[in-house]
């Protein structure tokens, strides 16, 4: 039987190899988040936020766009048009991991300040709601816990209510929830009061028992790859090294410049 010139014309194009297909984008990982996560310059060394470590532990081609900002809270963050800018380049398949608690607490000032159960929640909500709205994928992160010890040398919790809040969100919202701050509060048990000092910014001047210096922000980036891994939020093969030593000469600070300072 033959064929018509409609058929072979049809049979010619399906044998032609798809070569001209655009490449699949690849993802980003977003934060928005505190002083914890955020991007320090060379005017702070050697303090290090965890959000500058975790590429580390992220194949090389799924980014980290990190938006965390020194002192912020859910509140200030949104207040300040942060969230709007995340949401502005944020993309189809991308994820956002929200961190914040650290500055909600601050009950004299109400410029940051969020109430656990109701103000709290209704900021993250806004987080995940806008995410969701472009497609991107909203990650809970319970606060990372500070440094602090009792009498019989027991690491202690210091974030009241908020992480439960989280915690309670995230399940009624179906959101992963990675739980830094359990996980960092069992790491500074296990460490002990001496060891951690050398996880924070303590320094010939300073004992900062909130900030991480290179060691503590990769030690905290990696409970982070290893929550994203649990939660299924990455796939195994993208995430590395999550059983190997990272250099901490790896960490480096950019130049402040008059537009990174806030």
């Not at 984008?25 to 320090?40: E, F």
């Not at 990372?144 to 919790?157: I, L, T």
Request: hydrophobic content about 40%.
């Amino acid at each position: 039987m033959s064929l018509t010139r409609r058929q072979v014309t049809s049979a010619a194009i399906a044998a032609v190899p798809l070569t001209g297909r655009s490449p699949e984008r690849h993802r980003t990982l977003y934060i928005a988040g505190d002083s914890t996560a955020a991007q320090k310059y060379a005017d702070a060394a050697p303090e290090t936020g965890w959000g500058m470590a975790l590429p580390f532990f992220l194949r090389k081609d799924l980014a980290v766009a990190n938006h965390a900002v020194n002192g912020r809270s859910s509140k200030s963050f949104l207040d300040e048009g942060r969230l709007d800018a995340v949401l502005r380049a944020i993309r189809p398949g991308d994820v956002l991991i929200v961190q914040f608690a650290h500055n909600d607490e601050k009950a004299t000032d109400p410029d940051r300040c969020t109430e656990p159960w109701t103000t709290y929640q209704d900021c993250l909500r806004r987080y995940v709601d806008g995410a969701r709205g472009r497609g991107a994928r909203p990650v809970l992160a319970t606060p990372v816990e500070r440094r602090r010890f009792d009498a019989d040398g027991n690491a202690v919790p210091t974030h009241g209510d908020y992480p439960a809040a989280m915690r309670a969100l995230a399940g009624a919202e179906r959101v992963p929830l990675l739980d830094i701050e359990a996980l960092s509060l069992a790491l500074w048990q296990r460490l002990g009061v001496e060891e951690t000092k050398s996880y924070f910014n303590w320094t010939a001047t300073e004992q900062d028992n909130t900030h991480f210096n290179p060691p503590g922000a990769i030690a905290v980036a990696r409970l982070v790859a290893r929550e994203l891994l649990r939660t299924r939020v990455l796939a195994r093969p993208d995430v590395v090294r999550l059983g190997e030593d990272v250099p901490t000469s790896w960490i480096t600070w950019p130049p402040a410049t008059s537009s990174t300072a806030t």
